[in-house]
């Protein structure tokens, strides 16, 4: 209904391919298990689906190890099975946004066994090899994600040392040479020409180290620390992989994960429009739930990114953290609360899969952990059905079913007029169908401690939002008909001035 490409009103749904839809029952989910749910998506009104790793992987980072970036793991099916999926996913108006990992391949990509074959490989300096420091050990004090040891292993054949900022089977790719440029945007086209509508681009914000590689400080935070890149090449890098999206017709869309702590530092690889066209902003992801805090946090967006006019985004869980149902305190009310305020902040809205039932993380016994970075719980199977096996049939899911599978599950929720999955969908409606919401300027508005207020207003369109992080009533002296509640109370009347505990509301 408003101006501008479509990624700026978008409602963006993650899907963790492994745990979402299983289709041929072998417990781990697969692109046809995607497609047969179009339906689903799209009644709840998603504009988009950015679809975690599917690419050939030898799955030591369950697909952020990719082997082939331009072949579908047979887990997940066949380029076949995606290109169903795509032309699928858009007559449902669905764009399909793919996850592309360029800072590191897989250990077992051809490129890298190349690489590592001999010194004088015509691959060799596609990745980041070194001598060994003086004393025999690594070249520098780096550390990998996930195991917490050296950045660096040694490999015998060679006698020189890789880098890998994740694990040891994630070697990095050297961005400084231009035949891994052209070879890493031909994978870009690739996507692009199969009619993808965008990708999310991981650790993108580090693709470039620094020349140096000297020895920095502050041990395991090192991920969100620029100091180990080089921004300036990586903006460069950048710039040229938006020109290459732009040369596609349709609003091809490029959103990072620029995982760096400061809202300020994010803001600069928007560019100057000529770089991301998104980026994920992790500081309010890691705040607690705290009207305070959150209203710090909107602030800061505000002001950075609108400094450089860039458009903020949104974003409560991911595969990657505990889920915010759990981080809040395993509380519904909580849950359905920051989806009010979730899908009605300025800027392009991501949904993680399962969040719209309310899911809390699972809980792993030791026996079935897979994940070395400790993240299986946030990925546990999405329920699509109230008795087990979730409509998971056929082999045990990779990882348990979250807490209250059944009483969370699709069907239960879907019969569930006033459920948080109802409250989703009628909150993605509410964005969708008010300009000030989608495109409306945001102002922070005065209301009593725990409560967190704003306005959106586009031209005479206008809305307010009212959320009480306490567990208490709070009064609030506000005018307006009730859009939405968060626990549908007063729906279609005027504001009674009074919030109930954890409610949010939409007032027009
Ligand atoms: O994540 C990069 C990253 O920095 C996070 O893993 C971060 O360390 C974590 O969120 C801290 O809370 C990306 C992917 O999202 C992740 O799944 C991959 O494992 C990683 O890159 C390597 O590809």
Redesign the pocket.
């Known amino acids: 209904m408003t101006n501008g490409p479509w990624w700026k009103n978008a409602v963006v749904y993650q899907i963790y391919p492994r745990s979402f839809a299983d289709s041929n029952g072998d417990g781990v989910g697969d692109l046809e298990g995607i497609r047969q749910r179009l339906d689903h998506l799209a009644w709840l009104g998603v504009d988009a689906i950015w679809i975690s790793p599917f690419f050939k992987s030898p799955m030591a ?1 369950f697909g ?2 990719v082997s082939d970036y331009c072949d579908v793991d047979p887990l997940f099916g066949t380029l076949d099975d995606f290109d169903a999926l795509v032309s699928e996913a858009h007559a449902h108006g669905i764009k399909v946004i793919v996850d592309w ?1 360029p ?2 391949s897989s250990d077992q990509h051809a490129w890298f066994v190349e690489s590592r074959s001999s010194r004088d490989n015509p691959k060799r300096d596609w990745y980041i090899w070194r001598d060994p420091a003086p004393d025999g050990g690594p070249p520098n004090n780096w550390i990998g ?2 195991l917490e040891g050296s950045a660096w292993t040694f490999d015998e054949t060679t006698g020189q040392y890789y880098l890998h900022l ?1 694990l040891p089977e ?1 070697p990095d790719l050297n961005w400084r040479n231009p035949d891994v440029i052209e070879a890493m945007h031909d994978t870009l086209r690739f996507w692009l020409d199969r009619g993808v509508d965008g990708f999310r681009m ?2 993108v914000m580090g693709i470039v180290k620094r020349a140096d590689l000297a020895d920095v400080e502050g041990g395991l935070v090192q ?2 620390d620029e100091s180990r890149y080089d921004p300036p090449a990586v903006h460069e890098r950048l710039r040229a992989i938006r020109t290459l999206l732009d040369s596609y017709p349709g609003d091809r869309v490029s959103v990072g ?1 620029v ?1 760096v702590l400061s809202t300020a530092r994010v803001a600069e690889y928007y560019g100057n429009n000529d770089e991301l066209h998104l980026s994920f902003n992790f500081p309010p992801l890691f705040a607690p739930w705290d009207a305070d805090k959150w209203r710090h946090r909107i602030e800061r967006t505000e002001t950075e990114l609108g400094r450089v006019s860039a458009w903020p985004t949104w974003v409560l869980s ?4 505990a889920r915010h149902r759990t981080r809040y305190g395993s509380s519904e009310g909580r849950a359905r609360a920051a989806a009010v305020m979730l899908l009605t902040l300025r800027g392009t809205t991501f949904l993680y899969e399962g969040e719209e039932l309310g899911l809390d993380d699972a809980i792993v016994p030791a026996e079935r952990v897979v994940d070395p ?1 400790g ?1 299986d719980g946030c990925r546990a199977p999405i329920p699509w059905t109230a008795d087990a096996p979730h409509g998971w049939n056929g082999a045990e899911p990779w990882l348990p079913f979250p807490p209250a599978a059944g009483d969370r599950s699709v069907e239960t929720l879907l019969a569930d007029e006033a459920s948080i999955l109802h409250l989703y969908r009628h909150l993605i409606a509410a964005k969708h169908a008010s300009a000030a919401l989608q495109t409306g300027d945001l102002t922070l508005l005065a209301a009593p401690d725990g409560v967190l207020a704003y306005e959106r207003v586009l031209d005479e369109d206008a809305r307010t939002v009212l959320v009480n992080f306490t567990g208490e009533p709070q009064s609030i002296d506000a005018q307006g008909i009730v859009d939405v509640s968060s626990i549908g109370t007063g729906e279609g009347e005027p504001f009674s001035g009074l919030l109930a505990p954890d409610e949010a509301v939409i007032l027009s």
């Open positions: 980072d952020y190890d990992v800072n590191h994600a996930f994740f994630q991981d650790v991920m969100a994960e995982f991911n595969h990657d953290n970075g993240r």
